[in-house]
């Protein structure tokens, strides 16, 4: 059949964004550049192309629910399918699942492979280059998108071309990220690109290729998607299967070796969005070269980023900086050292804290929860749950928990009975009660949680039904 199925890789955490990007909701879920995610606008990208089919999302198990909500509301595609990772194993066994996966629908399929948190300003172009490597992939080639560079970055790998052959050369070597003096010498040189982490070949070829420098991997792959499970909408592939998968990039499993790779040439205004100097980039800058977001006043501050999520941010006399204000986090650093923001997440790692997971909003399937104030013995939540939404059916061993609707109509499961709370009423659920919250109205249900007790954990929780498929 010939037709394209786009995978899109969402298994990213997103360090260098850090503190908008967290573990549990990584930035291609983040509206960074307009009113879409990153993910939202990559969907809406592949669904223009012509010749596209079945869309398939590779993600880890704790973002399936974002990715799930984000194809319902920009996937128009027939099909799709989501595959879950239990754990991560780089990009070359996450396309091997998509692969076989595709094969099932079509002996033929030529996998489109993007990572779900890029920019691509151009989609006409984009569109060209795709039409180029989808020819390349008919031909059994191995194709990686290369950017036309328009500066000696140091922040990406590169790619040599080699002989031209048409739309496309061959792949001469990849190059890791170079110094700025090699980096210059690249972009003189005129016959590198950017090494774009973009692919496109057939699913069988792909697989042939892997097979001859990584048979093992080829095998777990496999074996690990013919014993997974669905799951509502999800491909749950066999855990223990999987981990037992070599952990390996495309580059350095297939694209550095094989003989059959060949880059295309893409200029669509593209950027990996991989740290905040690159977001500033990409921002239309005012006068003074800054880029402001939200509630941000400034004097005398040139070429700086400056993003502000629940407060008023000041800033006097600073250039080329970066300041990131959310509701737990202030981030202040120097755009020449925001590669170095991973450092400062590994310092929060070391030190127990959460911050490096967790936005005070904590995304959930059914809504979000805020947390508000907390001391020894009490803690007081904002819940927002969406209409036709409901929470697993659950107890607490150690603490007790009152409601107070501030918006919306809440259907509660309180032990034997149901109550049906409209604004400004409230409910008391005693420790140990089976309880549940449900919204079935067509607003969104903002509560009010104010819960005492000895231990206010979120592992207290005793799941007996979940819609959600969560243990």
């Known amino acids: 059949m010939d037709l394209i199925t786009p995978v899109i890789l969402s298994g990213g955490s997103g360090t260098r964004l850090w503190p908008l990007s967290r573990e549990t909701h990584p930035k291609q879920f983040i509206n960074l550049i307009n009113e879409n995610s990153l993910l939202g606008d990559t969907v809406e990208r592949v669904e223009a192309l012509d010749d596209v089919q079945h869309l398939i999302v590779v993600s880890n198990e704790e973002h399936r629910f974002m990715v799930a909500g984000c194809l319902q509301t920009h996937n128009n595609l027939n099909k799709s399918s989501i595959i879950l990772e239990p754990v991560g194993r780089n990009t070359a066994p996450a396309i091997a699942l998509a692969a076989y996966e595709a094969l099932k629908a079509d002996t033929d399929a030529v996998l489109l492979i993007m990572p779900a948190d890029h920019v691509i300003n151009d989609n006409p172009k984009f569109a060209e280059a795709v039409i180029k490597g989808h020819k390349a992939a008919l031909e059994g080639r191995l194709a990686t998108f290369g950017i036309v560079p328009d500066s000696p970055h140091t922040g990406y790998g590169y790619i040599q071309s080699g002989a031209q052959q048409g739309d496309w050369a061959q792949v001469d070597h990849f190059v890791e990220k170079p110094d700025e003096e090699t980096a210059k010498k690249y972009i003189r040189s005129g016959d590198y690109y950017w090494n774009s982490g973009m692919f496109m070949f057939r699913a069988d070829r792909y697989l042939e290729e892997l097979e001859k420098f990584n048979p093992d991997m080829v095998a777990i792959c496999q074996r690990a998607l013919d014993k997974s499970t669905t799951d509502l909408d999800f491909i749950r592939v066999d855990a223990e299967t999987f981990a037992s998968s070599p952990d390996d990039s495309i580059d350095y499993a297939v694209m550095e070796k094989t ?5 295309v040439p893409l200029d669509a205004g593209w950027s990996d969005v991989g740290s905040w100097s690159a977001l500033w980039e990409i921002n239309q800058q005012d006068e003074h070269g800054n880029v402001c977001k939200g509630d941000v ?15 008023l941010v000041a800033a006097i006399g600073v250039d080329n900086h970066v300041i990131v204000e959310t509701d737990d986090v202030i981030l202040v650093a120097d755009k020449s050292r ?5 450092k400062l997440v590994s310092q929060v790692k070391k030190q127990d804290r959460q911050e490096h997971r967790f936005h005070k909003k904590v995304h959930r399937p059914w809504g979000t ?12 939540k904002r819940i927002m749950v969406k209409p036709g939404s409901k929470l697993s059916l659950q107890k607490h061993h150690h603490r007790a928990e009152h409601w107070v609707v501030v918006q919306g109509t809440a259907l509660i499961t309180r032990g034997d009975e149901e109550l049906l709370l409209t604004e400004d009423q409230s409910t008391y659920i005693p420790l140990g009660t089976v309880h549940r919250l449900e919204n079935p109205g067509v607003i969104p249900l ?10 206010l954990g979120e592992d207290d929780i005793v799941r007996l039904e979940d819609t959600y498929g969560r243990a």
């Open 259 to 263: 003989d059959a790779a060949v880059v």
């Open 297 to 311: 006043i400034t004097e005398d501050v040139n070429n700086s980023y400056i993003h502000s999520e629940s407060r």
């Open 338 to 342: 925001v590669q170095d923001v991973k």
């Open 369 to 380: 929860y805020e947390g508000i104030s907390s001391s020894k013995r009490f803690q007081v």
């Open 446 to 455: 903002e509560i009010i949680e104010v819960q005492t007790g000895s231990y």
